[in-house]
């Protein structure tokens, strides 16, 4: 795969700083006309159950829609910034509304990668070619 080449690398050390990563979508998404996001989430990721049930049921996602603060986060997921550079850019964005940045994303980012939403990657280091 020449596409996987151009991916940052895959976490690996445990003892990495979480705002070193970078997060990177894996769902689908939809931008409302208000501005939220509302994530498409398959009902099933088995391409068996998948094939299966999607034959018989009209949607073969299950609609996930996100409050400001978590639109605002899912916008800035690229897999080009850093976890620290989207605290930054929404306390600048948002200000107050998302104080304590860090622990706020950070928790949020952690529940998103535990529901296989989004991974996480290390920025690749300019000494590394890897």
Not at 3 to 23: G, T
Not at 45 to 74: V, Y
Request: glycine share 4%; charged share 20%; aromatic share 8%.
């Amino acid at each position: 795969m020449a596409q996987s080449a151009a991916l940052p690398q895959k976490i690996k050390d445990k003892s990495v700083n979480y705002l070193d990563l970078i997060p990177s979508p894996i769902l689908s998404h939809q931008i409302e006309e208000s501005g939220l996001v509302t994530l498409l989430v398959p009902r099933f990721r088995s391409p068996f159950w998948s094939r299966f049930i999607n034959q018989h049921t009209p949607k073969k996602d299950i609609l996930l829609k996100l409050d400001e603060l978590g639109s605002s986060t899912w916008i800035l997921l690229d897999g080009k910034r850093t976890v620290e550079q989207i605290c930054i850019e929404l306390t600048l964005t948002l200000g107050e509304k998302i104080h304590p940045a860090e622990e706020r994303v950070t928790k949020f980012l952690s529940q998103l990668y535990r529901n296989k939403f989004i991974s996480f990657y290390l920025s690749p280091s300019p000494g590394n070619n890897s």
